[in-house]
Structures are given as C-alpha cells and as structure tokens.
C-alpha cells in the first residue's frame, strides 16, 4: 500500500537541541515538500525538493535544513537556531514539481520543544 | 500570501449537500483551483482540483464559475465523517508550491 511515513507522531525536545524528523515515501514521486502548521493556522512551506540532490527554500526555511539524496527519503532538521519550534510538521510529495499533480501527505509529527 | 478567501466555518445537516464557497479574485488564466481537506491531527487529503470547467470525483464535485473568480465545492451527501477544514488553493505560478490559508471548519451534525 503506497503512501507517505513520518514517524515519530510525537516527538519531544529540549530546548538548543537539533532534531530530524523522517519523512519517506514509496510512490516513486520525485517532488516532496515540508510544511509546518500551527494551531488555527494553515500550513507553510519550509522546504521543497523537485529532484534528488535538489532542493529550495520556502517561506519560512530559517532555523531549518534538509537533505534529499534518496528519491524516497526526505528528512527534515530543525536546528536549535528556530526561535519556535513547536509545531505540527507535514511532509508531502507529489509526482513530478512542474505538472499538476496533487500533493499527499503523511500524518505529520507533533514536535514540542521545552 | 493566500490568494484566496473562505468562510471561517460553515454547518451542515447529514445526508444533506454540503456547498463550500471559495474567492479567488486574482486568479491567472493558467493557474488550478485545488481543494483539499484535513482531518484533526492528520495530514490533509487531495479532493479535487479543476481549471475551468466542473469536475466531478467520486469524493466531491467542483464548479467553477465562468470568470474564474469563485468556486464552490459540493460534498453531494455530508456525513459525519465529513466533519474537516477544507481548504481552497489557488496554485502558485510556478511549479507545484501550494500556499494554504485557514480555510472553512465544516461541522457536519445529526
């Protein structure tokens, strides 16, 4: 059954340290994307990666890095230089960046730094 | 910057047609209406997306009107597990940055 894995659901860390979340995905898309949400809001995009090896800023990618050097893989570090880590993070990936093709989503990772 | 405009909230009796209204002055000729929905504590879901003409899935229908400015979604028979925000999205001009905003709560009650 293909589809989009984040894990952990919920993860929990002190403050000034850096933590990855894992996103994978076996649909053979080459885009993927991370999104933060917080409450009440919509989600923004803090990543984006059209093609292995590549990958883009969005809107709000600072205290954030990534790394694509698999297809199915997609990883996101949010470093201890982002002021408000506490957020629910999304990770997406569709088939190709240029086309429409819709995005699908994992079931986020609940991130609380204290 | 969401390009488009939703009601905060919206109600909607089971078994009844749930109609979602989206604005979206600023849309370009070549840019896609996309709706998606998100479950509490899950990742959103694609419904339907179209350019300008209706479209129909098994989910959901789109109507667009003829200048592009608005669409409404139609959930032809809301059950509770409708229950969601549902979000319209226009699609940036390049590539397939989509840009959320709050979208509509929709509360589908018995």
């Known amino acids: 059954d293909g589809g989009i894995t984040q894990s952990p659901k919920y993860l929990f860390r002190k403050e000034g340290q850096n933590v990855t979340l894992s996103c994978e995905q076996n649909l053979n898309h080459d885009a993927m994307y991370w999104y933060r949400q917080d409450p009440g809001q919509g989600l923004r995009l803090i990543y984006y990666s059209q093609i292995v090896n590549d990958f883009q800023k969005g809107d709000i990618a600072e205290g954030y890095s990534v790394s694509r050097e698999k297809k199915e893989s997609f990883p996101l570090t949010v470093t201890s230089a982002q002021k408000n880590p506490t957020a629910f993070y999304l990770c997406?990936?569709?088939?190709?960046?240029?086309?429409?093709?819709?995005?699908?989503f994992g079931n986020g990772t609940r991130l609380t730094v204290t | 910057d969401a390009k488009t405009t939703q009601p905060t909230s919206m109600d909607c009796a089971e078994g009844r047609a749930a109609n979602l209204p989206c604005n979206h002055s600023?849309?370009?000729?070549?840019?896609?209406v996309y709706w998606y929905r998100q479950i509490h504590s899950q990742g959103p879901q694609y419904i339907i997306h179209g350019l300008k003409n209706n479209e129909t899935n098994e989910m959901a229908s789109l109507i667009i009107t003829e200048d592009r400015k608005s669409s409404t979604l139609i959930l032809p028979h809301a059950t509770l597990r409708d229950t969601a925000v549902y979000y319209c999205?226009?699609?940036?001009?390049?590539?397939?940055?989509?840009?959320f905003g709050a979208g509509t709560i929709l509360r589908v009650k018995s």
């Open positions: 997406a990936s569709s088939m190709e960046w240029e086309l429409n093709s819709p995005l699908h």
């Open positions: 999205i226009v699609r940036a001009e390049y590539g397939n940055k989509l840009v």
């Open positions: 600023t849309i370009s000729g070549n840019e896609y």
